[in-house]
Protein backbone atom coordinates (compact mmCIF):
# COMPACT_ATOMS: atom_id res chain seq x y z
CA UNK A 1 0.00 0.00 0.00
CA UNK A 2 1.47 3.11 -0.95
CA UNK A 3 0.86 6.51 0.72
CA UNK A 4 1.70 9.97 -0.41
CA UNK A 5 4.55 10.52 1.84
CA UNK A 6 6.96 10.60 -0.92
CA UNK A 7 7.32 13.20 -4.00
CA UNK A 8 5.27 12.13 -7.13
CA UNK A 9 7.50 9.11 -8.56
CA UNK A 10 10.17 10.07 -11.24
CA UNK A 11 8.66 10.53 -14.86
CA UNK A 12 5.55 12.50 -13.99
CA UNK A 13 5.34 15.75 -15.36
CA UNK A 14 7.06 17.47 -11.56
CA UNK A 15 4.91 20.74 -12.38
CA UNK A 16 1.43 19.48 -12.18
CA UNK A 17 1.62 16.56 -9.47
CA UNK A 18 -0.08 17.57 -6.63
CA UNK A 19 1.89 15.19 -4.41
CA UNK A 20 4.15 17.40 -4.70
CA UNK A 21 2.48 19.92 -2.00
CA UNK A 22 1.34 17.08 0.17
CA UNK A 23 1.67 18.47 3.75
CA UNK A 24 2.75 15.00 4.61
CA UNK A 25 5.58 14.74 2.74
CA UNK A 26 8.41 13.27 5.24
CA UNK A 27 6.12 12.18 8.00
CA UNK A 28 5.58 9.01 6.42
CA UNK A 29 5.94 7.46 10.15
CA UNK A 30 3.28 9.53 11.65
CA UNK A 31 0.81 8.85 8.81
CA UNK A 32 1.68 5.08 8.25
CA UNK A 33 2.82 3.81 11.72
CA UNK A 34 4.27 0.63 12.07
CA UNK A 35 1.96 -0.83 14.38
CA UNK A 36 -1.12 -0.36 13.06
CA UNK A 37 -3.42 -1.06 16.22
CA UNK A 38 -1.90 2.32 17.70
CA UNK A 39 -2.59 4.75 15.09
CA UNK A 40 -3.51 7.87 16.60
CA UNK A 41 -5.03 10.28 13.94
CA UNK A 42 -5.48 13.34 15.58
CA UNK A 43 -1.92 14.81 14.64
CA UNK A 44 -2.30 13.34 10.69
CA UNK A 45 -5.83 14.85 10.63
CA UNK A 46 -4.44 18.22 11.98
CA UNK A 47 -1.95 18.07 9.34
CA UNK A 48 -4.65 16.86 6.43
CA UNK A 49 -7.33 19.43 7.39
CA UNK A 50 -4.26 22.44 6.14
CA UNK A 51 -3.18 20.33 3.16
CA UNK A 52 -3.35 22.27 0.19
CA UNK A 53 -4.14 18.85 -1.73
CA UNK A 54 -6.42 17.22 0.53
CA UNK A 55 -9.33 17.03 -1.97
CA UNK A 56 -7.36 15.73 -4.62
CA UNK A 57 -5.69 13.31 -2.46
CA UNK A 58 -9.10 12.35 -1.40
CA UNK A 59 -10.25 11.46 -4.39
CA UNK A 60 -7.17 9.43 -5.32
CA UNK A 61 -7.83 7.81 -1.92
CA UNK A 62 -11.41 6.55 -2.28
CA UNK A 63 -10.52 5.56 -6.24
CA UNK A 64 -7.67 3.05 -5.08
CA UNK A 65 -9.13 1.44 -3.19
CA UNK A 66 -12.88 1.17 -4.38
CA UNK A 67 -15.04 -0.75 -1.45
CA UNK A 68 -12.40 -2.22 0.52
CA UNK A 69 -12.72 -2.62 3.78
CA UNK A 70 -11.68 -0.29 6.17
CA UNK A 71 -8.46 -3.68 7.35
CA UNK A 72 -7.62 -3.15 3.71
CA UNK A 73 -7.16 0.58 3.55
CA UNK A 74 -4.05 1.89 5.66
CA UNK A 75 -2.91 5.07 7.12
CA UNK A 76 -4.77 8.20 7.41
CA UNK A 77 -5.01 10.11 3.81
CA UNK A 78 -7.45 12.91 2.94
CA UNK A 79 -8.03 13.55 6.53
CA UNK A 80 -9.99 10.23 7.08
CA UNK A 81 -9.00 7.23 8.84
CA UNK A 82 -8.89 3.53 6.97
CA UNK A 83 -12.44 3.19 8.75
CA UNK A 84 -13.99 6.63 7.74
CA UNK A 85 -13.11 6.22 4.28
CA UNK A 86 -14.31 2.06 4.25
CA UNK A 87 -17.57 3.83 5.61
CA UNK A 88 -17.83 6.30 3.10
CA UNK A 89 -16.81 3.61 0.13
CA UNK A 90 -19.89 0.98 1.28
CA UNK A 91 -21.97 4.20 1.28
CA UNK A 92 -20.97 5.37 -2.03
CA UNK A 93 -21.33 1.85 -3.38
CA UNK A 94 -24.83 0.92 -1.83
CA UNK A 95 -26.07 4.45 -2.76
CA UNK A 96 -24.42 3.82 -6.50
CA UNK A 97 -26.64 0.35 -6.43
CA UNK A 98 -29.88 2.13 -4.81
CA UNK A 99 -29.42 4.83 -8.13
CA UNK A 100 -29.38 1.64 -10.69
CA UNK A 101 -32.18 -0.11 -9.09
CA UNK A 102 -34.32 3.15 -9.25
CA UNK A 103 -33.21 4.12 -12.99
CA UNK A 104 -33.90 0.48 -13.92
CA UNK A 105 -37.41 1.02 -12.15
CA UNK A 106 -38.11 3.86 -14.02
CA UNK A 107 -37.41 2.68 -17.28
CA UNK A 108 -39.29 -0.64 -16.66
CA UNK A 109 -42.34 1.75 -15.61
CA UNK A 110 -42.30 3.91 -19.20
CA UNK A 111 -41.59 1.17 -21.36
CA UNK A 112 -44.90 -0.20 -19.68
CA UNK A 113 -46.69 3.12 -19.99
CA UNK A 114 -45.32 3.36 -23.65
CA UNK A 115 -46.92 -0.60 -23.97
CA UNK A 116 -50.10 0.22 -22.81
CA UNK A 117 -50.33 3.67 -24.62
CA UNK A 118 -49.72 1.61 -27.94
CA UNK A 119 -52.42 -0.64 -27.13
CA UNK A 120 -55.02 2.15 -26.65
CA UNK A 121 -53.94 3.84 -29.51
CA UNK A 122 -54.50 0.83 -31.80
CA UNK A 123 -58.05 0.57 -30.00
CA UNK A 124 -58.83 3.89 -31.49
CA UNK A 125 -58.79 5.74 -27.99
CA UNK A 126 -57.87 9.71 -28.18
CA UNK A 127 -54.98 10.98 -26.92
CA UNK A 128 -56.32 13.07 -23.72
CA UNK A 129 -57.92 9.63 -22.65
CA UNK A 130 -54.85 7.75 -22.95
CA UNK A 131 -52.67 10.30 -20.98
CA UNK A 132 -55.36 10.58 -17.99
CA UNK A 133 -55.46 6.51 -17.93
CA UNK A 134 -51.45 5.37 -18.08
CA UNK A 135 -50.29 8.70 -16.95
CA UNK A 136 -48.25 10.43 -19.85
CA UNK A 137 -48.17 13.79 -21.09
CA UNK A 138 -50.64 14.08 -23.64
CA UNK A 139 -48.13 15.15 -26.07
CA UNK A 140 -46.15 12.02 -24.94
CA UNK A 141 -48.87 9.81 -26.16
CA UNK A 142 -48.78 11.98 -29.39
CA UNK A 143 -45.48 11.53 -30.43
CA UNK A 144 -45.43 7.60 -29.57
CA UNK A 145 -49.02 7.64 -31.93
CA UNK A 146 -47.14 9.43 -34.70
CA UNK A 147 -44.22 7.12 -34.58
CA UNK A 148 -47.18 4.56 -35.12
CA UNK A 149 -48.08 6.47 -37.71
CA UNK A 150 -52.04 6.53 -36.59
CA UNK A 151 -54.28 9.28 -37.15
CA UNK A 152 -55.20 11.34 -34.19
CA UNK A 153 -58.79 10.54 -32.36
CA UNK A 154 -61.11 13.09 -32.16
CA UNK A 155 -62.19 13.99 -28.56
CA UNK A 156 -65.47 12.10 -28.36
CA UNK A 157 -68.82 14.12 -26.81
CA UNK A 158 -70.08 13.44 -24.06
CA UNK A 159 -73.58 11.79 -23.96
CA UNK A 160 -75.32 14.65 -22.68
CA UNK A 161 -73.91 16.91 -25.39
CA UNK A 162 -74.40 14.36 -28.53
CA UNK A 163 -78.24 14.55 -26.96
CA UNK A 164 -78.03 18.01 -27.11
CA UNK A 165 -76.65 18.62 -30.42
CA UNK A 166 -79.29 16.53 -31.56
CA UNK A 167 -82.65 17.39 -30.43
CA UNK A 168 -84.60 20.06 -29.45
CA UNK A 169 -87.55 20.60 -26.99
CA UNK A 170 -91.34 21.13 -28.55
CA UNK A 171 -94.46 21.73 -27.29
CA UNK A 172 -95.91 19.72 -24.41
CA UNK A 173 -92.40 19.14 -23.16
CA UNK A 174 -92.08 16.47 -25.92
CA UNK A 175 -88.43 16.30 -27.16
CA UNK A 176 -87.66 15.95 -30.98
CA UNK A 177 -84.78 14.61 -33.02
CA UNK A 178 -83.69 16.98 -35.47
CA UNK A 179 -80.46 15.29 -36.73
CA UNK A 180 -80.65 13.43 -40.16
CA UNK A 181 -79.09 10.50 -39.51
CA UNK A 182 -81.25 8.41 -37.06
CA UNK A 183 -78.04 6.69 -35.36
CA UNK A 184 -75.71 8.29 -33.26
CA UNK A 185 -72.34 7.35 -32.41
CA UNK A 186 -70.91 7.05 -28.39
CA UNK A 187 -67.92 6.22 -27.46
CA UNK A 188 -67.81 3.55 -30.54
CA UNK A 189 -71.04 2.29 -29.87
CA UNK A 190 -74.06 3.17 -32.40
CA UNK A 191 -77.43 4.37 -31.14
CA UNK A 192 -80.31 4.71 -31.86
CA UNK A 193 -82.25 8.55 -31.15
CA UNK A 194 -84.69 6.43 -28.66
CA UNK A 195 -81.85 3.86 -27.27
CA UNK A 196 -79.70 7.05 -26.31
CA UNK A 197 -81.85 9.17 -24.42
CA UNK A 198 -83.33 6.22 -22.65
CA UNK A 199 -78.85 5.81 -21.49
CA UNK A 200 -78.75 9.26 -20.75
CA UNK A 201 -82.44 9.41 -18.74
CA UNK A 202 -82.01 6.31 -17.03
CA UNK A 203 -77.87 5.52 -16.96
CA UNK A 204 -78.56 2.55 -17.91
CA UNK A 205 -78.27 0.75 -21.23
CA UNK A 206 -82.44 0.05 -22.51
CA UNK A 207 -82.99 -3.83 -22.16
CA UNK A 208 -85.25 -5.10 -25.23
CA UNK A 209 -86.99 -2.51 -27.43
CA UNK A 210 -87.59 1.33 -26.54
CA UNK A 211 -90.99 2.51 -27.02
CA UNK A 212 -92.24 5.95 -27.00
CA UNK A 213 -95.33 6.14 -24.03
CA UNK A 214 -96.45 9.58 -24.94
CA UNK A 215 -98.82 10.38 -27.64
CA UNK A 216 -95.85 12.01 -29.88
CA UNK A 217 -94.45 9.70 -32.47
CA UNK A 218 -90.97 9.72 -32.07
CA UNK A 219 -90.91 11.92 -29.29
CA UNK A 220 -87.19 11.28 -27.15
CA UNK A 221 -87.69 12.85 -23.81
CA UNK A 222 -86.07 9.87 -21.96
CA UNK A 223 -89.36 10.57 -19.20
CA UNK A 224 -91.13 9.42 -22.51
CA UNK A 225 -89.63 6.27 -23.09
CA UNK A 226 -90.01 2.86 -22.02
CA UNK A 227 -87.74 -0.71 -21.96
CA UNK A 228 -89.12 -4.12 -21.47
CA UNK A 229 -88.91 -4.24 -17.65
CA UNK A 230 -90.30 -0.80 -17.23
CA UNK A 231 -93.23 -1.85 -18.91
CA UNK A 232 -93.38 -5.12 -17.34
CA UNK A 233 -93.16 -3.32 -13.64
CA UNK A 234 -95.67 -1.23 -14.76
CA UNK A 235 -98.05 -4.03 -15.84
CA UNK A 236 -97.22 -6.36 -12.63
CA UNK A 237 -98.54 -2.76 -10.99
CA UNK A 238 -101.94 -2.51 -12.28
CA UNK A 239 -101.98 -6.73 -12.02
CA UNK A 240 -100.95 -6.58 -8.41
S1 LIG B 1 -4.49 15.36 2.71
FE1 LIG B 1 -3.32 14.48 4.34
S2 LIG B 1 -2.67 12.52 3.54
FE2 LIG B 1 -3.36 13.71 1.83
S3 LIG B 1 -1.56 14.64 1.04
FE3 LIG B 1 -2.45 16.09 2.41
S4 LIG B 1 -1.50 15.67 4.36
FE4 LIG B 1 -1.08 13.94 3.06
ZN1 LIG C 1 -93.07 12.92 -25.51
Not at 71 to 91: N, Q, S
Not at 173 to 200: D, E, I, K
Request: glycine share 10%; charged share 30%; with cysteine.
Amino acid sequence: MKHYTRRAPAGLDRRDDWRDHAACIGLGDLFLPRDEHHVDSTEPKRICAGCPVRLPCFEAAMKEEGTADQFRRAGVRGGLTPAERAALGRRTATGAVERLTAAEQAREEAQAKNGQAIDMIRKGVNDAQIAEVVGLAASTVGKIRRELGIPVQPVPKSIEETYAERTATVDGGHVRWTATSQQATLNGRTYTPARLAFLLGHGREPEGWVYVSCDRPGCVNPEHLTDRPMREQARQAVNA
